[in-house]
């Protein structure tokens, strides 16, 4: 072949190594200065290596790759004739080896920075480092190429730069004879260093975005094909190892602005899927979080090896990988997987199901991906709530502790969403997944579940959506009483006494609104939305007893009465007086904004301050 004017043949030896023989068509190279100072430099390192003078072949190695760099900051012209250069020398077979051995340490990583200059600049380059890979040991190249991904990275993040290292990987791994492991677990940070720097950036073309994965599937590929040479513990090591590559890389995909329209990424996504069928991972396992936990505990990790923290995204690949499963068919095909099967195992299985739910707050929780990919986790995480086991006994309540952070969490990420998603469509189809994995809760940790979530929100309007629930899970057992047959109503007012919902923790949460642990009265107009929410399910509840002559909540009790009456309602009341008569002053249209925000309240609070009267009259 021809690479800017250099002839490069095929030597006809069967050696793994081709050698090349070079015949220079470049006229008149040896008058260029740059030509003529790259061969003084190579000269003196030729030279020094001869007169065994170490210290003087290290200067003149940097002085030569010092000439190389400055060559970036010229016409590109320069850059060409001396990559042409260098490979002139490395491909002749008069060249000292010694010299070729120690520039290989460092030519990738100049020669990488050249190649963005030109076309003409990246063939060459392209050229150079694959007759390196050629001459040098394997484990050697392994070092270097990754040593030069790390430092270019933190230069350029443009995908065709890494790609010139990245696709000779997989021939430097594929020629490793011994030690497969430890050589994999050398190459894969820089690798996916590499991936997640360039995932990272929102600017760069689908196309080279494409082609940068493609090269570190064929990475993935190369390492199956170690894994298919191994037996024993190392195979099952490598094979793990590949599982969470792939996994880390489907989570870096999903980030990548490739994953903007689902569509174009489906191709790379099918291909990463084929290593999960490799590695036996099903969906099931993935989305139950068991998978990944499996593949960490079949890899020896040494103190102080940090190997481990390049797959900090695999628990989010995880997700990924069956979320994209659940829109492509043909992706479920390449893991071997088939999603409705998968779905069908959760929904009956509270554990797995409950494991799953809380294995998608690593991603709503996560800012590096869009809303569109948190929306297709959501309609997954609802596709699993569909049709499940709604049955309750004992043995759920004790099981489903175990999972009560995990899926708070998720719930959290699910409420972030709620707030957070632009489109009405997508915060519906969000809330009704919301009360989905409410309703999949044991009743008995449900009102300890939205109490935890209305205690951590910072957003009124969720805190007033929460409390709205917690009222009409209160309605709806409440009208089941009351439409209970005659000889069956000591039973259902029995287990209604049971509900946690009806019980004392109904007021508290009424009082965190009211009354905010912070003390004080809450802040008008601000939070004129929980309040409101909150001082309607205080009236029902204050209804809803003194009609049925219960006191299931401890709303009838008159200290309790007198707490909501002194604490609660009257000094809301104050509140709310001072900020009317400040704005009826004020002839502005946020004063008008801020009185319509705070009538509902003011209406509702004057019939809750009534009734809390009538109740304490009655009782005097």
């Known amino acids: 072949m021809d690479i800017a004017g250099i002839h490069v043949a095929d030597d006809s030896s069967p050696s793994i190594f081709n050698r090349l023989q070079v015949s220079l068509q470049v006229a008149d190279a040896s008058s260029s200065s740059i030509s003529n100072s790259l061969q003084v430099s190579l000269q003196s390192i030729h030279d020094s290596f001869e007169s065994g003078d170490f210290r003087r072949s290290d200067e003149a190695i940097a002085s030569t790759i010092a000439l190389l760099d400055s060559t970036a900051e010229s016409l590109s ?9 260098i490979l002139s020398y490395l491909s002749s077979s008069s060249s000292s080896q010694m010299v070729v051995e120690a520039l290989s340490l460092e030519l990738p990583k100049v020669v990488v920075r050249l190649a963005g200059l030109s076309d003409e600049c990246r063939a060459i380059a392209g050229a150079i480092v694959d007759r390196l890979v050629s001459v040098s040991s394997a484990r050697e190249m392994l070092v270097v190429l990754c040593e030069a991904l790390h430092s270019h990275i933190k230069v350029s993040k443009a995908p065709i730069d890494h790609i010139l290292l990245l696709s000779r990987l997989p021939k430097v791994l594929n020629c490793t004879q011994r030690h497969h492991v430890q050589q994999v677990k050398a190459a894969l940070p820089a690798v996916l260093e590499v991936l997640y720097a360039i995932s990272s950036e929102s600017d760069e073309e689908e196309d080279s975005l494409y082609d940068l994965f493609c090269e570190s599937i064929l990475v993935g590929r190369s390492i199956q094909a170690l894994c298919q040479k191994l037996d024993g513990r190392r195979k099952e090591e490598l094979c793990a190892i590949l599982g969470l590559y792939a996994l880390q890389s489907m989570a870096l995909i999903s980030r990548s602005r490739l994953a903007h329209n689902t569509s174009t990424c489906v191709d790379a996504i099918k291909q990463v899927s084929e290593f999960l069928l490799f590695c036996g991972l099903s969906y099931v396992d993935l989305l139950a979080g068991t998978a990944v936990d499996a593949l960490i505990s079949k890899i020896s990790i040494e103190d102080g090896d940090d190997f481990m923290t390049c797959f900090s995204f695999s628990m989010i690949g995880a997700s990924l990988a069956v979320m994209w499963g659940h829109i492509f068919e043909e992706v479920a095909k390449a893991a071997g997987e088939e999603i409705i099967a998968a779905l069908n195992i959760l929904q009956n299985d509270n554990a797995k199901r409950w494991q799953a739910i809380g294995m998608f707050k690593h991603v709503l929780a996560s800012i590096d991906y869009t809303w569109e990919i948190k929306l297709q986790c959501i309609e997954l995480l609802s596709s699993i709530l569909d049709g499940g086991n709604s049955d309750e006994s004992s043995g759920d309540e004790i099981q489903f502790s175990s999972f009560m952070t995990t899926i ?22 969000a809330f009704n997944t919301f009360q989905k994995v409410l309703s999949d809760i044991p009743t008995s940790f449900r009102l300890d579940m939205l109490k935890a979530l209305i205690t951590n929100s910072n957003s009124p309007s969720m805190i007033a959506i929460l409390i709205d629930i917690v009222r009409m899970q209160m309605v709806i057992e409440n009208n089941q009483g009351n439409n209970s047959a005659r000889n069956q109503e000591k039973n259902q007012q029995n287990r209604m006494i049971c509900s946690p919902f009806w019980s004392y923790g109904a007021l508290e949460m009424v009082e965190l609104v009211l009354r905010p642990p912070k003390g004080g009265p809450p802040t008008l107009p601000e939070d004129s939305e929980a309040v409101l929410s909150a001082l309607n399910l205080y009236r029902f509840i204050l209804i809803a007893e003194s009609t049925g002559k219960t006191n299931r909540t401890g709303v009838m009790s008159p200290s309790n009465l007198r707490k909501a009456y002194e604490k609660w309602l009257l000094p809301l009341r104050t509140l709310l007086s001072g900020i009317q008569s400040e704005n009826a002053e004020n002839d502005s249209e946020l004063a008008d904004n801020i009185l319509c925000a705070l009538n509902p309240v003011q209406f509702v609070l004057h019939r809750c301050i009534d009734l809390v009267e009538e109740c304490m009259k009655s009782q005097s």
Do not use: C, P, T
């Not at 708070?408 to 189809?429: E, N, P, V, W």
């Open 77 to 85: 012209s320069d850059a060409e004739e001396a990559l042409s250069f």
């Open 408 to 429: 708070f969490a998720a719930l959290q990420g699910i409420q972030q969403f709620i707030i957070g998603a632009s489109k009405a469509s997508s915060r519906k189809k």
